[in-house]
Each structure stands twice: as C-alpha cells, then as structure tokens.
C-alpha cells in the first residue's frame, strides 16, 4: 500500500512542474502568468511566446501526464485502478502546483498524457472530435470541453473497467470542463479567443 502512495504523491509532484511558466521565464524572463490568458498551458504559450515553446510544453505537459500513470503501472503491474488514480493525481498537481501557490493551469494536455497510458483508444477517438471541432470552430477550448466530457463514455464503451475506474476518469473529466468555466462564459457571450497556428516563432 504505501509504494502506490508515495506514487501518488510523485505524480501530483510532477503534474505540479510548471513546463509553460519554466520555458517563457527561460526564453522572454517574463511571467507566463502576466500574460495573455494568464494561464500556464501550451495554448496560451503559444499565443504570448511563439509556437516553438508552445509545442516544447504541449509535449512536456502530455509526457509527465503519460509519465505518471506508467510509472504507476510498473509499480502496481498495471493495476489499472491504481493508474486511474495516478491520472487524478497529475492533473490535481498541474492545476493545483505546490510550486506555483496553487494556481496552475486547466490540464488538458496532463489530461491527455494519462488517458495516452490509461486507455489509449479512447483518447484516440477524443482526438478525432478534438480535431473535428475546432477545425471547423476554432477554438481550442470548445474542442478541449467536448474531447474531456466525451472521454468517460469512450472508455466505457471500449474497455468496460471497473467502477474506480470510470470513478477517477469521469472526475478527471469533468474537472477539466470545470477548468474550463470562463472560457464557456466568452463562448456563451461570443468573445472567445479563436485559434490561429501562428504568430512568434
């Protein structure tokens, strides 16, 4: 019991590692959090800092999240209620960062890395709708919104887990959609910021 504890702890640890806020603090000494959105995930990187540094932390931001539920795996050999409860962990410790007071970001992509070593099919049915949506909306939140509220449904039709872990999935789920509060607000009210690959590089 108290190795999957400490993994636990571990993983809420390095979901707390702010890759967005450590990259533009690198690049620019700026406060990614002055910024922008002020939010620390790659969307908002991208926007302020270039898209060469967005995409570094979409891919850091998804590997400690994929990190976290497989090292978890090898600890536990692949309980998979063990790794439903590492997934919770990292984005508990990306939004929430000891390191950062608390205030992190909306952890999709740490989302996104756990559900790549959960339950991979799934996640890649989310990415279909992720893609879909914004390329015909562009916004990256409403496709975020949507691929997260879907992910519970995906895994239950596909792998049939048991009970914790739809419990861990369908929290982290409607987590991130609770993350995602303001931006459903601009999307209700029409101001919501649309996606343009471009910009700094």
């Not at 891919?59 to 400690?64: H, Q």
């Not at 909306?137 to 879907?150: K, V």
């Not at 239950?156 to 991130?176: D, N, R, S």
């Amino acid at each position: 019991m108290m190795t999957p504890l400490l993994v636990l702890l571990a993983a809420y640890l390095l979901g707390g590692v702010p890759f967005g806020y450590i990259l533009v603090r690198l690049k620019t000494g700026q406060d990614v959090r002055s910024m922008g959105s002020g939010n620390i995930g790659a969307t908002n990187v991208l926007r302020t800092s270039g898209r060469g540094i967005g995409i570094l932390t979409l891919l850091l931001d998804i590997g400690k999240g994929w990190l976290s539920v497989w090292i978890m795996s090898h600890f536990t050999k692949g309980d998979l209620s063990w790794m439903a409860a590492a997934a919770v962990a990292v984005v508990l410790g990306h939004a929430f960062p000891i390191f950062l007071k608390f205030q992190g970001g909306k952890a999709v992509a740490s989302f996104a890395g756990a559900a790549l070593a959960l339950a991979p099919a799934a996640l890649l049915g989310v990415i279909i709708v992720f893609v879909l949506v914004v390329a015909v909306t562009r916004f990256i939140s409403l496709g975020s919104i949507l691929g997260a509220a879907l992910f519970p449904l995906g895994v239950w039709l596909i792998y049939h887990p048991e009970w914790p872990v739809m419990l861990a999935v369908t929290f982290c789920g409607a987590f991130v959609v609770w993350r995602h509060k303001a931006n459903i607000e601009r999307l209700r009210a029409g101001t919501e910021n649309v996606f343009r690959f471009g910009g700094k590089k």
